[in-house]
Each structure stands twice: as structure tokens, then as C-alpha cells.
């Protein structure tokens, strides 16, 4: 099978090769862990470098180039970004990276110093240089694997087990596998929500267009509570046991309570300092028809439920939007402040906390899910609504039932270390919430119920601990007031934002919107006579060419993302394509739906804004 390279005789090429685009990751393995002995050299008959460990060989002694390229075959079609379980010398890695010259390569390789002794083995440079490929080293690394798929943003998944070594690591690429599914279950999570609530948020959008007349900046608030405790209030079971306590607990933290919640904390005779909203829906609403009324501080965002703006009327703080057209309205403004969203109001509620500087972070109500089978505090409005909905051939005990097993239940450990009843919907609340105290590390994160699902990173903490604390210094409270008024202050732009303004601004998109739509009409024509004139290259040449300049100009344009923004079920369609056989056929049909998307997204876009667009001149007449 002819001779093997000395061992070690790649390692610095390979390693200074690794610095170019990973040097942290060069250091740490420098510093902390030494190449295995255990791997044997061997040579396989293709003249390639295999390996050995005991009685595991790594790799065919055929051709490991080939076996290469049947592993990654039996990981199904191609997609954006592979997941690769087991790095042995590197050849499925290799691979993936030359066949795939778009996708992103994450490697997960549990054994470091065989890592480093398949280092020393064979030239590695042009895989350990690209900058498509992250790694993830060592067995205690597992909550890397959601961070590093969030940041090369991975959404079309395939998971490649080098078998050897899966087998020989099995429970940690299992759980690797565990941490894979959560995340691609986020993420399907998030892409269904924008096809479902898309129009909805756009429709609301527009329908509150006049509150950015009166809305402050939730960015004049940030960093005004630094070191002062603050408490959030979900609408958990676990919330009955802090309800009696709540006045005292008022004394020692900033509240801020969530929609579901603000009605039960107004009947235990607290007002909380604020009360975070960012629900779309109209049943969302229905949980502050208690709370009508209520002065306390508003947090929102700029695609809420109008409802939500009549019921409340204390001050309205706007957060930056998470959408295209919210984010254009909003450069009229200035900057607004993000917040985190995870698909709950409490991710929402828990990133406002951090950004006052708000230190620790006490939460009640967070359970993620469900103390004694109970699914929400007593009193609210989800379990009066059960209750008045309930007869004798569906009682509430049915309906309750339903909810908690439709979506799969199974248990975890909650905070005293029992087993709790949760679900898949809750288990990406809490990826969410350990993701973000892996962020932001300074700001401390502790529970209050010994009952709720367990969250890496966030302590438990007696309640009788957190009353034993001093009162809020009576600055406290001022500083925040004062923080409130320099909002108003800080509300409009230079130029200060009027009716007419804003006005103006929303009818420069609505003919940045029907330029879009010229070229989409434009594309859909083109495209008809493709298909008429049928298929052949000659006949279509041309008309490819003319498509190719109008597809440039809409990925030019400053509107694109609005006008793409109601296009995520056009995007998945074609995604799920990416793997097929392209023909002239599919990319004229590919491009007229495309066009048709486009052109369906502008029209719904701009008679939502010329409704807007009425909203604004009556209050500019009114003014």
C-alpha cells in the first residue's frame, strides 16, 4: 500500500492554515491538549493516508475519497449548510467543501487530540483556511451547536454521521442530534410564523402608523436601572405562589409584567412599572380586557394588535421592529432599541430587563412547563375562557387535556431537581432563553419557583431571600421616571417628525413599491411568452437574458426587502428544489412565480399603506 508520512509532518502547516481564520480555536488547542498516540498510519490502495485506532480503521483502505462521497449520498439532497459527526482524517470534510462550493460545513469532533493527531497526517490546508467551515470541539460543547447553526445562518440542514466515530461517541452525537432537531425546529417554527402572521403584521403595521406620531423610543429607557433588580412576571401556574408577595417584591424590583399577566398584578394591587405587548393577534387582546384602562408604561412594537393601544393608555414605548417595513418607518425616527424575540412575550419581557441594566433578573410565571399539569396561573383568561366554553359532553378537564397532550408532552427537571411536565412548543422558549444567558453572562438570571423547568445559566432563589433585600433607594424609581420623560424629548428627529413627514416618507415607498411591481408585471410577461415559445435554448436566449437585467435591478433596489417580505412560501418551495435537476422548463416556472410572489406582496403592501396614508391626513387635519 506504499509508505505513510512521517507522523506530525503537517501539523504547522495545517494548524498556521487554521489561525488564518479560527486563531482562538488554534490557541485553545495549542495550549490545552496534545495529539493522540493512539492513531496508526496506514496507506490505502488508492495511495491515500487512512488511519487506525485499536480495532476501528477509519477509513476505506480502498478509497477513501470514494467512501467519502457515498457518505455525504446517503445524507439526502443537497442543502445550505452540513453537519458533520466525526472528523476522522478529514476526507468527508474535503469533500462537502469542494462539492458543495456555497453550503456551510460545521465539523463536530468530540476526541480532540485524534483531531489534532489526523492534523499531523495529510495537507489540510485548503479545508482548515475556508471560511465556510466552523468547528466544534471537545464533549462539553453541545450548547455550541445552536450558536454556531445561528450564526452562519443555517436553515436548510443535513446531518452526516461519520459512522466510525459517531458510534464510537454515540450519546454525545446523539445529543448533538437532540440539539440539531431543537434547532431546526426554532427555525421552522419562526418560518411558519412569518407565512401565518406575514399579512397580519403588516396589516396591524400600517394600521398604527399614527402612534409613531406619539410613540417614545424604548432606546431613551436603556440603561437606567444598572445593578437594580428587576422582576418579570409571566402567567405560569407558579405565579399564584409570588401573587400574595407581590407588593412586598414591588419595594425591592422594577416589575414588569407581560400581557397575560398585567391583569393579575392590578388585582394584587400592584401596578407594574411596565408591561411589555407585542402580540399581533386579536385573542392576545382579549387577556388585557381586565387591565382596560391601566396607566402603566407600554413596551411595544410597531406591529401589535391596535387593539392593544385603545385598552392601554399609559405611555407608549416603541422597540425596533423586526420586519422591513417596520424598520423603514422607523428611519424616521431614529434609533428605537431592539429586542430579542424567541416567540414569546417573555423573551421580549426578559431582554427589556437586561437592556435597563436591570441586575439580577428575577422571573415568576417563566415555567416553560407544567407544575402539577396546570398550564396557566389561576384566574386568567385562557383558563375563564376554558371555563366558559366547557359542557357536560366536553368539560374543562377535556379541554385542558388537549392542550397539554396535542403537542407531545415529556418530563424534565425542574428546579428542585423533580421531574416536570413540558413540550416541544416550551423547549424553544427555553433553547431561547439559555442561548441568551450564554450571551450576556454579567446579567444573572434567577427563579423564583422551585417548580419550573430547569434553565442552564439561571439560578433558583428562595423567595424569602429576594424580601430580605434592601428597598429600592427612592432615586431609583426617579431615575426611571426622568428616563421616561427624556424619551419624549428624544421621540422625534432633527427635522421632528409631523404627520405630513411621515406622510411623505410613506408615499416615497408606495412608488418605490409600484417601480417593483412594473418590473415584476414586466418579468411575468416575459416569462408567458417563454412558455408559449417553448423550450429551446435558441428561443429563449434571449428572454433569459432581458429576466437576468430585471432580476438585477429588483436586487438593486432599496425596497426589495419589503416587497420580498410576504414571499417566504415562494422561498421555501424553491428551496426544497435546490437539489433538482434544472431545466428551462422549472426556471421559467420557478421565475413566474417568483414575479407573481413579488407582485402580490406590492399590492398588498401598498393598499395597506394608502390606508395608512388616510389615518395620517385626518390627524394631520385634526393637528
Not at 471560511?131 to 445562518?153: E, F, H, K, P
Amino acid at each position: 500500500m506504499g509508505r505513510h508520512p512521517p507522523r506530525d509532518s503537517f501539523t504547522q502547516q495545517n494548524l498556521e492554515a487554521l489561525f488564518g481564520t479560527q486563531p482562538e480555536l488554534v490557541v485553545q488547542l495549542q495550549s490545552s491538549f496534545a495529539a493522540s498516540r493512539e492513531l496508526e498510519i496506514v496507506m490505502s490502495r488508492s495511495g491515500e493516508v487512512s488511519g487506525r485506532i485499536g480495532s476501528i480503521t477509519l477509513h476505506s483502505l480502498h478509497d477513501p475519497r470514494l467512501e467519502a462521497q457515498r457518505i455525504i449520498d446517503q445524507s439526502g439532497p443537497q442543502g445550505s449548510c452540513y453537519v458533520l459527526e466525526g472528523f476522522g482524517m478529514g476526507f468527508t470534510a474535503e469533500t462537502l467543501l469542494t462539492r458543495f462550493p456555497s453550503a456551510q460545513i460545521v465539523i463536530v469532533e468530540p476526541d480532540v487530540p485524534l483531531f489534532l493527531a489526523a492534523s499531523g497526517c495529510r495537507n489540510l490546508t485548503d479545508l482548515f483556511s475556508s471560511n465556510r467551515v466552523s468547528y466544534i470541539l471537545g464533549t462539553a460543547s453541545i450548547n455550541a451547536v445552536s450558536d454556531i447553526l445561528q450564526r452562519v445562518d443555517a436553515t436548510d440542514i443535513r446531518v452526516v454521521r461519520f459512522r466510525p466515530l459517531y458510534e464510537r461517541h454515540r450519546d454525545h452525537f446523539e445529543a448533538v442530534d437532540r440539539a440539531i432537531e431543537t434547532f431546526v425546529g426554532r427555525t421552522q417554527v419562526n418560518q411558519n410564523t412569518l407565512v401565518r402572521f406575514g399579512r397580519l403584521w403588516v396589516r396591524n403595521l400600517t394600521r398604527n402608523l399614527t402612534l409613531f406620531l406619539r410613540a417614545k423610543r424604548m432606546s431613551a429607557l436603556e440603561g437606567s436601572c444598572p445593578g437594580v433588580p428587576g422582576l418579570l412576571l409571566g402567567a405560569g401556574p407558579s405565579l399564584d405562589a409570588i401573587l400574595p408577595h407581590l407588593a412586598a417584591l414591588s419595594r425591592k424590583c422594577i416589575i414588569v409584567a407581560v400581557d397575560t399577566s398585567l391583569a393579575a398584578c392590578r388585582r394584587a394591587g400592584v401596578e407594574p412599572d411596565f408591561v411589555v405587548v407585542v402580540d399581533p393577534q386579536y385573542w392576545n387582546t382579549r387577556h388585557l380586557d381586565a387591565a382596560k384602562g391601566a396607566l402603566t408604561p407600554l413596551i411595544s412594537e410597531s406591529s401589535t394588535h391596535p387593539r392593544v393601544f385603545r385598552l392601554l393608555k399609559g405611555d407608549l414605548f416603541f422597540c425596533g421592529s423586526l420586519f422591513p417595513l417596520g424598520e423603514y418607518i422607523e428611519t424616521q425616527l431614529g434609533e428605537m432599541g431592539k429586542l430579542g424575540a424567541g416567540g414569546s412575550v417573555s423573551t421580549s419581557a426578559w431582554d427589556f430587563l437586561r437592556t435597563l441594566g436591570c441586575n439580577p433578573v428575577y422571573t415568576a410565571g417563566l415555567d416553560l412547563g407544567f407544575p402539577a399539569n396546570q398550564t396557566h396561573f389561576r384566574g386568567s383568561f385562557f383558563e375563564n375562557r376554558i371555563l366558559s366554553i366547557g359542557y357536560r359532553l366536553r368539560p374543562v378537564e377535556d379541554h385542558s387535556f388537549r392542550y397539554l397532550h396535542d403537542a407531545g408532552l415529556f418530563t424534565v427537571a425542574d428546579n428542585s431537581g423533580e421531574p416536570v411536565a413540558t413540550d416541544k412548543r416550551m423547549v424553544i422558549y427555553r433553547t431561547w432563553f439559555e442561548g441568551q444567558f450564554r450571551q450576556f453572562p454579567r446579567t444573572e438570571t434567577r427563579s423564583l419557583s422551585p417548580h419550573s423547568v430547569h434553565l442552564e445559566g439561571a439560578q433558583y432563589e428562595r423567595l424569602d431571600q429576594v424580601l430580605s433585600r434592601d428597598d429600592l433607594a427612592a432615586e431609583v424609581r426617579v431615575r426611571l421616571t426622568d428616563a421616561q420623560l427624556s424619551g419624549e424629548s428624544r421621540r422625534s428627529t432633527p427635522a421632528d417628525l409631523s404627520p405630513g413627514a411621515l406622510r411623505s416618507a410613506v408615499s416615497a415607498l408606495i412608488d418605490d413599491l409600484e417601480q417593483i411591481e412594473r418590473l415584476a408585471r414586466r418579468g411575468i410577461e416575459l416569462v408567458t411568452i417563454a412558455g408559449a415559445a417553448g423550450t429551446a435554448e435558441g428561443s429563449l436566449g434571449g428572454l433569459f437574458a432581458t429576466l437576468d437585467d430585471i432580476d438585477r435591478e429588483l436586487g438593486a433596489h432599496r425596497s426589495k426587502d419589503i416587497a420580498g417580505f410576504l414571499m417566504q412560501e415562494q422561498a421555501r418551495s424553491l428551496a426544497s428544489q435546490a437539489a433538482e435537476e434544472t431545466t428551462s422548463e422549472l426556471v421559467v416556472e420557478n421565475s413566474r412565480r417568483i414575479y407573481a410572489g413579488l407582485l402580490d406582496s406590492c399590492r398588498f403592501h401598498r393598499n395597506c399603506l394608502l390606508n395608512g396614508i388616510e389615518r395620517l391626513e385626518s390627524a394631520e387635519t385634526a393637528s
